[in-house]
């Protein structure tokens, strides 16, 4: 523990945001209880932000945000926010993951007890995809060039961001219990080496890095094969690596095995900063309607109480939103909303804290 306690930089977000940031604070709190201080700053970013003052983070208040023991993120972006160029206008992935040099997308895919999801027959669906952060095709935002005829946007990797994102992922493998299909501790690099030059440079430093962890098991899967064995086996896997687009897609794949992107934190983590996020967009047309989904919020507060050395304020959380969902308090709704509300949702999840 801290003795000082915590200073949390809070961005509300758009839309939905504000509602799910708030009930992570209240899950965060009731977690931490008298033992663990956490002290909340609430900042101003984001699409309205943006549209109100041109930008979508000033100076100022990312100075601040780098001070912060860690940052809780909610979903930002507007879609009649948009820059001069036609791209959304506020977003702050792209100043945030590179100012921060928050190198690692960390994604926990769990399938939670009572959840209904897709897949037939019983599922036992545990695996994080670490999804590299700062470069990849990602990296041209903004950059790419062209007239009407043609535009190209370029993918770059570093021997240097490989090699982090890769030793992250053993590393993380070494701390998990390993695939639920038989409890081997794996990493699995995802590429398509077969095509681009640039995924072979991924897979040949992976497969360099490996050499120092024969304990962690090393498997290789095509995108395109990925993508289906994340649907067909998911039990098979424990963590997986790979490029920043590739992992912004899969992860959406993967989060739909488990009862969709409202069931799934991510974490954006870097060797001095961190901030911590679902992985859905601000759905403002529910925005204060209380129909939207908290659980990814909560347990993107679960992965801030881990990342700030208070692991089991962390794992207070994970295993209160499994009571809530066993218990038949939380219950997800096909449209993706929770049966009774938002707010119904914290109250279960406090509630099994206090049981």
């Known amino acids: 523990m801290h003795t000082g306690g915590y200073d949390i930089g809070v961005v509300p977000g758009d839309g939905i ?25 609430v900042e101003d970013a984001g699409a309205d932000t943006y549209r109100r003052t041109g930008t979508a983070c000033s100076d100022e208040t990312f100075d601040r945000l780098r001070s912060y023991d860690g940052i809780l993120k909610g979903p930002v972006g507007l879609p009649g926010v948009r820059r001069p160029d036609g791209t959304e206008g506020g977003l702050l992935g792209g100043l945030l993951r590179g100012g921060l040099d928050t190198y690692v997308n960390e994604r926990p895919i769990s399938l939670l007890p009572g959840v209904d999801g897709p897949l037939r027959g019983e599922r036992r669906i545990d695996h994080v995809i670490v999804r590299e952060n700062t ?163 909560i347990l993107a507060a679960a992965m801030l109480a881990d990342h700030l050395g208070e692991r089991p304020v962390g794992d207070r959380i994970r295993a209160a939103v499994r009571t809530g969902f066993a218990r038949g308090d939380i219950v997800i709704l096909p449209s993706g909303s929770p049966k009774d509300g938002t707010d119904a949702v914290t109250r279960a999840v406090i509630g099994a804290l206090e049981s």
């Open 17 to 41: 945001g504000p509602e799910l940031v708030g009930s992570a604070q209240e899950v965060l709190t009731a977690a931490a209880g008298d033992g663990v201080e956490v002290r909340f700053h």
């Open 135 to 297: 470069e990849g095709l990602y990296l041209a935002r903004g950059l790419g060039v062209g007239n009407e005829r043609a535009v190209v946007d370029q993918l770059l990797m570093t021997r240097e961001g490989v090699e982090r994102v890769v030793r992250y992922a053993f590393e993380l493998a070494r701390r998990r219990p390993g695939a639920p299909a038989d409890g081997v501790h794996r990493v699995t690099c995802v590429d398509k080496a077969n095509v681009l030059r640039s995924f072979a440079f991924f897979r040949r430093i992976f497969d360099e890095i490996a050499e120092e962890y024969p304990d962690v098991q090393t498997d290789h899967r095509y995108a395109d094969a990925a993508g289906h064995d994340l649907v067909v086996d998911p039990e098979h896997f424990d963590v997986l690596v790979m490029e920043n687009f590739l992992g912004d897609i899969l992860s959406d794949v993967a989060a739909a095995t488990v009862g969709g992107l409202g069931m799934c934190p991510g974490g954006n983590i870097g060797d001095a900063h961190a901030y911590f996020e679902p992985i859905h967009g601000s759905a403002p047309a529910i925005a204060g309607r209380d129909l939207a989904n908290p659980v990814s919020q």
